[in-house]
């Protein structure tokens, strides 16, 4: 499985990331998890409000507010 995590290092950014990669453990997932700050990177994955959460190629989700851990927990398991 491939998670990307799309912000610039906000707080929110990284509290998205920490939940991909607790959600993918308590899952008993194996995925590769990218951590992507570059703002041009992010633009051209389609993600115009960060946070952005991109499972396997799809846009899980983007923007304010954030998903609670069950809900990021769901988006990756729906992809798996």
């Given at each position: 499985m491939e998670?990307?995590v799309?912000?610039?290092?906000?707080?929110?950014c990284h509290?998205m990331?920490a939940?991909?990669?607790?959600a993918v453990?308590?899952l008993?997932?194996?995925?590769?998890?990218?951590?992507?700050?570059?703002?041009?990177?992010?633009a051209m994955?389609g993600?115009?409000s960060t946070p952005?959460?991109i499972?396997n190629?799809?846009?899980?989700?983007?923007?304010?507010?954030l998903?609670?851990?069950e809900?990021v927990k769901?988006?990756?398991?729906?992809?798996a």
């Open positions: 998670i990307k799309l912000g610039p290092g906000c707080v929110n509290k990331e939940m991909a990669k607790q453990t308590e008993g997932i194996e995925a590769n998890i990218e951590k992507i700050t570059d703002i041009g990177q992010i994955h993600i115009l952005g959460l499972v190629g799809k846009i899980r989700h983007s923007g304010k507010p998903p609670s851990l809900k769901e988006l990756i398991k729906s992809e």
